[in-house]
């Protein structure tokens, strides 16, 4: 019973054909379209956005550090102390 199973399972299966193509698929339904661009194109710009957010920002705390250095170093002046070594 068991083998007439297998038997009738495995005449299924290879009678079973492989799917064959039915040609190319069209070139809409393979590109993304306008829509694939505009998201691609708005990503691209906040990306942008970012970056030049993030060097202001960097500078910014550039500046700070420098202005933070001199002020230490004028205030070391002022008490006649001996200007310290800028720690990195």
Known sequence: MIADALLHLSVRLAATPAPTPSGAPSDDSVTPGV????????????????????????????????IAEKLDAEQADQRGDEPEAPQR
């Open 35 to 66: 829509l694939g661009f505009v998201v691609t194109f708005f990503i691209a710009i906040a990306v942008v956005l970012l970056v030049l957010d993030m060097v202001r920002r960097i500078r910014r705390v550039r500046y700070r550090a420098e």
